[in-house]
């Protein structure tokens, strides 16, 4: 499924939600089985007036972020809205030939490498997030069997542990000969 389809499909599907839910409702347990424009009265003015929300929720079209990505996206964007800001007033006091232009053109330089580490900072977070994490979204993803193979590894040592533990428990009975 191409881009386009995927952003077409959830807006068909939540247009087809609301345009079948007055219907739906109308002909609910509470009106019985009346059309809704019986139930309603001829103009709209007669019977109870139909509960219509005031919106309607889509699903996601993407999956939330990871919390240490959010928290590093946040942090890049309050530095690159100050940075912004800081930049702006350092443009309006050299406009006004004001004695704060200089502290704020050092500053908006300083802030802009702030920011530019913030941004780097959202991008490395979300790398070594994927890394540790795996990729989950593909089916025949490469680290969910690196996950089974550790799994059954370790089901494997836990299992030997186990027997190792009963022949000691036994104090080496059953065994032919003592090493």
């Known amino acids: 499924m191409g881009t386009a389809e995927r952003r077409e499909a959830p807006a068909e599907s939540a247009t087809a939600q609301v345009t079948a839910r007055p219907h739906a409702e109308g002909r609910g347990s509470r009106g019985g089985g009346a059309a809704p424009d019986t139930a309603r009265g001829a103009g709209g003015s007669g019977g109870r007036a139909s509960y219509r929300p005031l919106w309607v929720e889509e699903p996601a079209r993407r999956r939330r972020m990871p919390d240490p990505v959010r928290t590093a996206a946040v942090r890049a964007v309050l530095l690159i809205a100050v940075t912004l800001i800081q930049a702006m007033v ?8 004001s ?3 200089f502290p704020m053109v050092i500053s908006s330089v300083v802030s802009t490498v702030l920011a530019t580490w913030g941004v780097l900072d959202v991008w490395v977070t979300r790398q070594v997030w994927n890394q540790r ?14 996950r089974r193979e550790r799994r059954r590894a ?6 030997a542990d186990r027997a190792q533990a009963r022949i000691r428990r036994r104090g080496g009975a059953g065994q032919l000969s003592h090493p």
Do not use: I
């Open 99 to 101: 004695w704060l232009a």
């Open 133 to 146: 994490n795996g990729v989950v979204s593909a089916p025949s993803s490469t680290a969910r069997t690196l």
């Open 90 to 97: 350092a443009f309006l006091c050299t406009l006004a030939e």
């Open 154 to 159: 370790r089901r494997r040592q836990r299992a």
